[in-house]
């Protein structure tokens, strides 16, 4: 039988999905926390689960390295990689939005200076508002940006939204909700249907 691998974003979330694929019984030898290790097989073998970058998850699948992908949806809109997006699995869930100075007046700005980790969720959002913009990629730490004059708005991630308050930031518009997803490459759904079928409906029913 041939494994079926399994690309799970490392960081916050990992935690919670690894438990999730307890739940439906497939454990993994010698995974533990303090762990550098990043290839483990599951104790009956059927499963080879690897750690990537989140932001790196879309692409092992979508090339097929991994059949299957538990990432953001956040990294699967930025990606635009060609995969089916299958199930929701609820875990890490937080919003997109676009936050600056709250007395900042979006539609009085010609052209936006957006900063952004996610150029093309920034581009794609600003699009359907009609508002002209440019962006300026980062790789963190988005919130200084405005505050230091390198751009007028951030389009980022909030959880509790104390980064933005501890900053003196405001949501200003609402992009979208985030939350882990399961992902599968196009031609293994095909090849491995009977197995990749019957993984989805033990999720299924373990998140209900
Ligand atoms: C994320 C995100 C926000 C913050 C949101 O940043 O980019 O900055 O967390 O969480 P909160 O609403 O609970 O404050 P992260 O800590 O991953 O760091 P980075 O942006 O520098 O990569
Ligand atoms: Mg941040």
Do not use: W
């Not at 879309?58 to 956040?74: C, H, Q």
């Not at 900063?115 to 440019?134: C, D, M, R, V, W």
């Not at 990629?137 to 708005?153: Q, Y």
């Amino acid at each position: 039988m041939d494994t079926i691998t399994i690309a799970l974003a490392k960081g916050r979330t990992a935690e919670d999905s690894i438990t999730l694929l307890n739940d439906i019984g497939i454990y993994f030898n010698d995974l533990h926390e303090k762990s550098r290790k990043l290839v483990f097989y599951s104790t009956d073998k059927a499963i080879r689960l690897i750690f990537v970058k989140a932001v790196d998850v879309p692409t092992y699948v979508e090339k097929g390295s991994a059949d299957l992908g538990v990432v953001g949806k956040d990294n699967i809109l930025e990606a635009q990689a060609d995969v089916y997006e299958m199930l929701d699995l609820k875990l890490g869930k937080c919003k997109f939005v676009v936050a600056g100075d709250p007395d900042l007046e979006l539609g009085t700005i010609q052209r936006l200076k957006v900063a952004s980790k996610y150029p093309i969720i920034a581009k794609n959002h600003f699009l359907k508002t009609g508002q002209s913009i440019e962006t300026i990629k980062l790789n963190g730490s988005v919130e200084l940006a405005p505050l230091i004059g390198l751009a007028d708005v951030i389009v980022d991630i909030v959880e509790t939204g104390n980064t933005l308050k501890e900053n003196g930031l405001s949501v200003l518009e609402e992009v979208e909700n985030i939350s882990t997803r399961l992902i599968v490459n196009k031609a293994s759904f095909a090849t491995k249907s009977d197995r990749i079928q019957s993984f989805l409906k033990k999720l299924k029913s373990a998140l209900e």
